[in-house]
């Protein structure tokens, strides 16, 4: 059964940084693409940023220029940097993983933006 284990997050002031990491382990199969989604309260969940295998990215459009997301494949493993941060990057982010038809889900982890 595929597992993903997230660490990171918590409480940090408006400019500050904060790393996420999420290690998936099971059935994964290659080809897959990891990567980390956000819901504020009252809001959809939303797209943070994504990477496949082949370490092709994508990035919401709020994040663009202050977030970076990268892999180790050989776990693997999604690593979330985050700069620049503001008050409305406060959501609980969740660690995602999409291979095949098949798509799974983190706990979550909170993140918090504030003075």
């Known amino acids: 059964q595929v597992q993903l284990v997230e660490s990171g997050g918590g409480l940090v002031q408006p400019g500050g940084s904060l790393r996420l990491s999420c290690a998936a382990s099971?059935?994964?199969?290659?080809?897959?693409?990891m990567g980390w989604y956000r819901q504020a309260p009252g809001k959809e969940r939303e797209l943070v940023a994504d990477?496949?295998?082949?370490?092709?990215?994508n990035y919401g459009d709020s994040v663009k220029g202050r977030f970076t997301i990268s892999r180790n494949n050989a776990r693997p493993t999604v690593t979330l940097q985050m700069n620049s941060l503001k008050p409305e990057d406060t959501a609980v982010y969740y660690c995602?993983?999409?291979?095949?038809?098949?798509?799974?889900w983190g706990q979550g982890t909170q993140v918090t933006v504030s003075s």
């Open positions: 990477i496949s295998s082949g370490g092709s990215t």
């Open positions: 099971g059935g994964i199969f290659s080809g897959n693409v």
């Open positions: 995602n993983i999409r291979m095949r038809i098949y798509e799974y």
